[in-house]
């Protein structure tokens, strides 16, 4: 179990780095998951992050790339140089919602 | 982060729809979580990069046991015999029952496949000897793929971990 803190709060990440309750994230918790992955967040990452939210709040399961992509508008090309090595986990981890289920 | 990344390379040999989608799934998959991905085509595998085929690749009926009447939406599943499979246009009825359930799960065809793995990093090539034998060049493929020999391919995925399809 690894612990972040934000402000005063202390979050809790599962042993992938996932946020164990997707109700506890907050902006400031982006950045700083974000920092961890070794990512600097620009609009283009938010536009990214406020669909994986999102979706996940109305479907209740993260989207996968090719959800995000065509979701949120942003090119595959795009979307790996944003959240590179692994856009797939680090977009949910940075998003704080769980690893996405589906496979395309 | 460990020095070297983990690298897997996928070899395709066969052409027909139902063994193009493995290596693009699980090539896509390995991706999305950061492995660097090689895909080598050969044999009738290089179908699934010809400009000319890679839309059009077919699942002939014959010969799979899984072709059974409960997936094609039937309430009663039952094996459909073989000598059905041989009639003219069972072909191209089995290839449109399974673009369709391909679609339904949004998954793409197979040109946009190819591209979404190219944009996402991964290297595309295609087998040299095939190349030659089938009379074909570098503009019968998308733009990216590199044809090389065999050699160069073992070059290439030092270190991989390898499956072949």
Known sequence: ?104 | MAAENRHMAFICSKGNLDMAYPALIMGWAALGNGVDVTIFFTFWGLDIINKKYMGKLKLPPVGIAGMRTGMMGFPVDFGIPQIVGVLPGMTEVATAIMRKKIAELDVPPVPEFIEMLMDAGAKLYACKMTVDMMGLSQEDFPEGVEIVTAGDFIDLTDGAQIIFI
């Open chain 1, 1 to 104: 179990m690894i612990t972040l803190k934000v402000n005063d709060r202390v979050l809790t990440l599962d042993e992938e780095g996932f946020l164990v309750n997707p109700a506890d994230w907050s902006e400031e918790a982006a950045h700083l998951l974000a920092k961890s992955e070794g990512i600097e967040l620009t609009e283009r990452h938010w536009k990214v992050i406020r669909f994986a939210r999102e979706y996940y709040e109305t479907n209740g399961a993260s989207p996968t790339l090719r959800q995000i992509s065509k979701g949120a508008g942003v090119p595959t090309k795009e979307l790996f140089s944003l959240f590179p090595k692994g856009p797939a986990k680090k977009v949910a981890r940075i998003a704080g919602i769980p690893k996405p289920a589906g496979c395309v």
